[in-house]
């Protein structure tokens, strides 16, 4: 890459890769100790890798959703998996499309198109702008959301599945190959062994490698390139590492147990714990991956998921590179979320800790204004709906800051230090899960709040809850809940007091920006509105030139 990052680019492009579930520290550019993964490491040495860079929502659908729009999700209101985003909500294809840049789609987005929306406005999703609201404002090049799983009820995702007609194409003999080779192995006596089964994650999934969903993804990808016309951003959206943990030959085996760390947990969780956080550690998810031997199959098979991603990594920097592009692409590369792996009794995601809502984040710009920060990390407070704000910057615009609630990286890129935010703020609306049940909670009051200030942590949890916090410096693994005691108030009173800022952001005011409502002081009187006044004199004679002179005459009554 090293030979081209000097090159200046009149018409930029962005390539903005997604890893599904793909935990920040599963790198080796972020100390991995195990785990190798050169082609990340290299894109970082040659961008910016953020090293606090956290979602606004730590389950799929949701985070999605704010990176797509650069809005929070209380904004946007698409919350949890399946939750529409509301017709006319603006996302990344209108700011760059209105930049001149187009804005593509190759892989998952989790987004469910509003329909009852769509037909309230006579909107046919057959036709461009129909379209586009029913995906998420991107245009498709392909979208495979990747989750086809099958039960009593039918499939999961009822749209159709561009990668299962490739596999059936490829002859592999079933309805759903995804479910039966991609997603399984083999028992030793011939039965299915499907991923979905933990103990199965040892096996190599029973597809060759080359047909496996991160390579097909990738070809996609390069053939999407091969066509585009500049300027261009591609969503290239992966749905691995995202369970099943099961991988294909030859990264099924490639880890082991000695390469599963021990979990990051502690006795003292478990005492007093918020209500809370002692549902979730008492799910379902939680209760397999305290099992010893459930993570010693799931985090190898996981670990080969992000090498298998890591290798394809390769093989679009290497496209890249041979066809020239590499001089006036962008390079961004993130996650929707962690995985907690059984770090804090926990498995999936969901709640706020650093395994769940922090990610990788790393930024290759390839214009000689980026020069002097190659290779560098930066510890500034990163949310994910400040990528919106950079995209539109990079193709030429200024972002909407009265739509995209994000800030610009492009200061951060530059080797600037800009004025930045003092905290990050994520939400979690857990209303359709059991833990609601559980706790015995309406929808409405099953949500909760993170506020961190890069050294403490707090949970708010509506429903009457007590708060959580932890302080990172002196308690980085985040075991000891400092809430349950008295001694941090004032810490505590002190972020409530960010998060009553953030709660009156203005975020519905989308219509009209801070400049237009200044441009617009005044032009009623400009146009002749003129109330209040008692003679004239208030005012420049030039507004009342139409209200002075003689009075014209009333036509006479006939």
Known sequence: MS???????????????????????????????????????????????????????????????????????????????????????????????????????????????????????????????????????????????????EGPDGFYDEKRSPYNEYLKAEGYPSQNPWADFANAGIEDNGDLASGWMFANADKPANIREHDSETPWLTRQAISFIEQAESPWCAHVSYIKPHWPYIVPAPYHDMFGANHVPQALRHEIEREDPHPVYGAYMDNRIAAAFQRDDVRQKVIPAYMGLIKQCDDQLGVLLDYLERTGRMQNTMIVLTSDHGDYLGDHWLGEKDLFHEQSVKVPLIIYDPHV?????????????????????????????????????????????????????????????????????????????????????????????????????????????????????????????????????????????????????KAMRGRSARRGILPFLFDGSEVPDELIEKYRGRAPQRPLKT
């Open 369 to 517: 204004r980026a020069d002097a920060t190659r290779g560098a990390t930066c510890e500034a407070l990163v949310e994910s709906i400040d990528l919106a704000a950079t995209f539109v910057e990079v193709a030429g615009g200024k972002a909407p800051y009265h739509i995209i609630e994000g800030k610009s990286l492009m200061p951060w890129l530059k080797g600037e230090t800009p004025d930045w935010r003092k905290f990050v703020m994520s939400e979690f609306d857990y209303s359709m899960t059991p833990q609601c049940l559980k706790l015995g909670l309406e929808p409405r009051d099953a949500r909760l709040f993170m506020v961190f200030d890069g050294r403490y942590k707090l949970m708010h949890a509506e429903g009457g809850f007590r708060p959580m916090l932890f302080d990172l410096k002196t308690d980085p693994e985040e075991f000891h809940d400092l809430a349950k005691g008295d001694d941090s108030r004032s810490e505590i009173d002190r972020l409530y007091g960010y998060l009553a800022m953030w709660g009156r952001r203005l975020c519905q005011r989308v219509t009209r920006s801070e400049d237009d409502i």
């Open 3 to 149: 030979d081209m990052l000097d090159a200046p680019s009149a018409q930029m492009n962005i390539l903005f890769i997604m890893y599904d579930q793909l935990r920040y520290d599963y790198l080796s550019c972020a100390g991995h100790p195990h785990l190798h993964t050169p082609n990340f490491d290299k894109v970082a040495a040659s961008g910016v890798r953020f090293t606090n860079a956290y979602v606004q929502s730590p389950i799929c659908g949701a985070s999605r959703m704010c990176f797509y729009t650069g809005r929070y999700a209380s904004s946007h209101g698409a919350q949890w998996n399946g939750f529409p985003i509301r017709v006319g909500e603006q996302t990344l294809g209108d700011h760059l499309r209105r930049n001149g840049m187009a804005c593509w789609l190759v892989g998952k987005t989790h987004m469910k198109a509003d329909v009852d929306g769509m037909e309230r406005l006579g909107l046919s999703p057959d036709s461009l702008i129909g379209a586009r609201q029913a995906e998420c404002g991107f245009d498709c090049w392909i979208r495979d959301d990747g989750l086809w799983g």
